[in-house]
């Protein structure tokens, strides 16, 4: 874990790393989700809508694809090295105040001085700080070689809305962070991982789990300054642009506070399902990274892609 991270960053964190895995359970929707394209992004928004990372990760990849990822996962935390006393120490620390009996009071303790400070400082300043912060994110992601254009225009999208979002009154509002601080202490307690050692040595699937319950406790803090993540997987439409052979394009649509964004999303058949192309891709470079072989009958499909 990063030093000196809030506890609510670390959660989003984890949640936002663990989406991104494959897990090993084989729930009874993904077969009718992933029959087309437009049917395989909904079940994945649904699957973020319930918190269930368990089955998100199982619709993201292919059966023979998620399963080398799995594998590829358990070997890496089978062979991590220990984590470092410093860090230890820290998480630690931070665990064991999230979960003390007196943990949300001694928080927003903690916590007041600090809001007061912040209402001083940045009140004037907030303008000039949320242009110059907007000119910052945008210019990291237009130098971020990992985006396609696509995905540019919609980070680009959704830093735009956030950060007129972001207000210092919001922030600062002491009912808004009691909600806060309440769920970031539920949330802790309901991970169960008191050592930084326990949440590095998760396995895949008690990780999606963990996960999951992460992802739970990122909503409630977002919902607590107006940012009501469930409404906009609620909110999530999908239409089909094209689509021809074992290719598609969907474009996806969601109400972000008050504007609705949208993004297209190239779609690629497997077998029965539909997957992000994307996804797909990424996995396949980081098992090849790996040095991990594929199995002959996905060598093929990736030397034919169209079919």
Avoid at 292 to 297: G, I, L, T
């Amino acid at each position: 874990m990063t030093r000196r991270l809030p506890a609510w960053t670390l959660l989003a964190l984890l949640a936002l790393v663990l989406t991104l895995a494959a897990c090993r359970k084989d729930p009874p929707e993904a077969a009718e989700a992933a029959g087309n394209p437009v049917a395989a992004v909904e079940g994945l928004a649904k699957a973020l809508r319930d918190n269930d990372l368990v089955r998100y990760s199982h619709l993201s990849l292919p059966p023979e694809l998620h399963a080398r990822t799995e594998a590829l996962w358990n070997r890496r935390v089978a062979q991590a090295e220990p984590v470092t006393d410093a860090d230890a120490v820290e998480y630690d620390k931070m665990m064991a105040r999230l979960t003390a009996p007196d943990a949300e009071a001694e928080l927003n303790r903690d916590l007041e001085p600090k809001l007061a400070k912040l209402e001083s400082e940045i009140s004037g300043q907030w303008p000039l700080m949320q242009a110059t912060g907007l000119i910052f994110l945008n210019a990291a992601i237009q130098a971020n070689t990992d985006l396609s254009a696509e995905e540019k225009t919609h980070a680009t999208e959704v830093v735009a809305g956030l950060v007129a979002w972001a207000q210092p009154a919001l922030f600062t509002d002491r009912a808004r962070a009691r909600v806060a601080v309440s769920a970031v202490v539920e949330t802790a307690n309901a991970l169960d991982l008191p050592t930084l050692a326990q949440a590095r040595a998760l396995p895949m699937g008690p990780a999606m789990e963990k996960g999951g319950i992460a992802l739970a406790g990122v909503k409630q803090v977002a919902k607590a300054y107006d940012l009501d993540l469930d409404r906009a997987l609620y909110g999530v439409r999908a239409e089909l642009v094209s689509a021809q052979g074992d290719r598609a394009q969907v474009k996806v649509s969601y109400p972000l506070l008050d504007k609705t964004v949208s993004f297209e999303m190239a779609m690629v058949r497997r077998g029965d399902g539909w997957y992000s192309a994307q996804a797909v891709a990424d996995a396949e470079a980081e098992l090849a990274e790996a040095g991990e072989q594929a199995a002959p009958a996905q060598v093929g499909a990736a030397a034919n892609p169209a079919g």
